[in-house]
């Protein structure tokens, strides 16, 4: 499936998502790398087949082989890490912060790409799967590297419409099988 035909996928009153879907990934003022390895990575969070497909084809025609391999991986490591910070921050008791991970994550120390764009990558996915703790800490990191705020916001717009498109997707299928 193509970029064009998961828009055209999206029904009547997801129009928004469809318009904003053209315009965040068609005209993203970040380069090219950062925005669809920002796409693709939230596409696999975002778990809906057609969309991962739609973006990853995409996706493919603007990054190398390797920063598809990163992309991939900043879902992947990023799945774990929002669901392990973030039930460790809402439970609200101080000694689990203290508690070692003892989680291996030897991905985020040599991504394959440059460590910048894995850590928008991975800020983008946690925006999807609501987790603060790590929301903080890789806005952090970036704008300590220098990262505008404006770079953050573009990678958190990508994030919002590939997960609405997804949501959409995903919502008319259940409810065409019901």
């Not at 939230?42 to 057609?50: G, Q, T, V, Y």
């Not at 990054?63 to 609200?92: C, D, F, Q």
């Not at 990262?147 to 065409?176: D, K, M, N, P, Q």
Request: glycine share 6%; charged share 20%.
């Amino acid at each position: 499936m193509s970029l064009d035909a998961l828009k055209a996928a999206l029904p009547d009153y997801a129009k928004d998502t469809k318009l904003n879907l053209g315009s965040v990934l068609g005209t993203s003022p970040l380069p090219k790398q950062q925005s669809w390895g920002t796409a693709l990575a939230c596409a696999i969070a975002s778990r809906d087949p057609r969309v991962i497909t739609a973006i990853a084809a995409e996706a493919a025609e603007h990054l190398t082989p390797e920063a598809v391999t990163a992309a991939k991986a900043a879902a992947s490591i990023m799945a774990m890490n929002n669901v392990y910070y973030r039930a460790k921050h809402l439970i609200g008791d101080d000694a689990y912060p203290s508690m070692p991970a003892r989680l291996r994550m030897q991905i985020i120390a040599r991504p394959g790409v440059d460590k910048l764009d894995f850590e928008l990558w991975a800020l983008a996915v946690s925006a999807i799967t609501g987790c603060g703790v790590c929301l903080e800490s890789h806005e952090k990191a970036l704008r300590a590297a220098g990262v505008s705020r404006e770079t953050v916001h573009e990678a958190l717009r990508i994030a919002a419409v590939v997960h609405a498109a997804a949501v959409t997707l995903g919502a008319e299928r259940a409810l065409a099988e019901a």
